[in-house]
């Protein structure tokens, strides 16, 4: 059994899922678009400004369950276009320090709303 986890500081859920689940010593974050968690609209089209978005809705989430982004040991990142990837890339690896979490980074062919960017994590609770 998992307890759902929800702040006001994250975008609500869009759909049939929560924010996260606490699962034993395991948070799963599901995955957050750059949506502002007061208006539920993207805070740019710019996908530099999305991912600044999605990784401060994460940072939410994870203060919610008492963590923070070093608590994170995996990564997903699903891009609309794999041309963003540095841009995307240097965003994210702002809010992280060494040891990295391990991370995948994929393109797909269309995200939720249309964003440029959708990240989910898996966090280990100390």
Do not use: C, W
Request: no cysteine; proline share 6%; net charge negative.
């Amino acid at each position: 059994m998992f307890k759902p986890l929800a702040t006001d500081q994250a975008p609500a859920a869009i759909g049939p899922y929560s924010q996260a689940a606490d699962v034993g010593n395991l948070i799963f974050i599901s995955g957050q678009i750059p949506l502002d968690p007061q208006t539920m609209e993207f805070v740019s089209e710019d996908v530099k400004d999305q991912a600044h978005q999605v990784m401060k809705n994460l940072g939410a989430i994870l203060e919610e369950a008492g963590l923070n982004y070093k608590h994170i040991a995996k990564a997903n990142i699903y891009l609309d276009s794999m041309d963003d990837f540095a841009v995307v890339n240097e965003v994210y690896a702002s809010y992280l320090s060494e040891p990295y979490p391990a991370r995948a980074a994929v393109e797909v062919g269309k995200l939720p709303k249309g964003a440029k960017v959708e990240i989910e994590a898996i966090a280990v609770k100390e």
